[in-house]
């Protein structure tokens, strides 16, 4: 069983960078697909990001394209999303999940293990 601890949240002003990390430990080598997700107050749980095991390829959510950088230190089983040019309706918790799909699925059910989660803010 994979267990993923996420880390990293935080306020930050618009415009501003942050870097969130989902650690694994367990049965990583299974792992296929690591995404990232995040919900809102009020909103249903959207996809942001997806990178394979290999981290050859890496998929976005068009929100976020060109802002969010999605990577992987498989040496520390350890999956990053470099935030960038935050902007207010960022503000959510991010979690990250674990699929045994491909391609990197984008609907959350699809995930079978999940982090607890790490709060995002970004004032407006």
């Known amino acids: 069983q994979v267990q993923l601890v996420e880390s990293g949240g935080g306020l930050v002003q618009a415009g501003g960078s942050l870097r969130l990390s989902c650690a694994a430990s367990g049965r990583t080598i299974t792992t296929y697909v690591t995404g990232w997700f995040r919900q809102a107050p009020g909103k249903e749980r959207e996809f942001v990001a997806a990178i394979t095991w290999s981290g050859g390829s890496n998929y976005y959510a068009d929100s976020v394209k060109g802002r969010f950088t999605i990577s992987r230190d498989n040496a520390k089983n350890t999956v990053y999303l470099q935030m960038g040019s935050l902007k207010p309706e960022d503000t959510a918790v991010y979690y990250c999940?674990?699929?045994?799909?491909?391609?990197?699925?984008?609907?959350?059910?699809?995930?079978?293990?999940w982090g607890q989660g790490t709060q995002v803010t970004v004032p407006s």
């Open positions: 999940a674990a699929a045994w799909h491909l391609p990197p699925p984008v609907a959350p059910g699809l995930y079978s293990v």
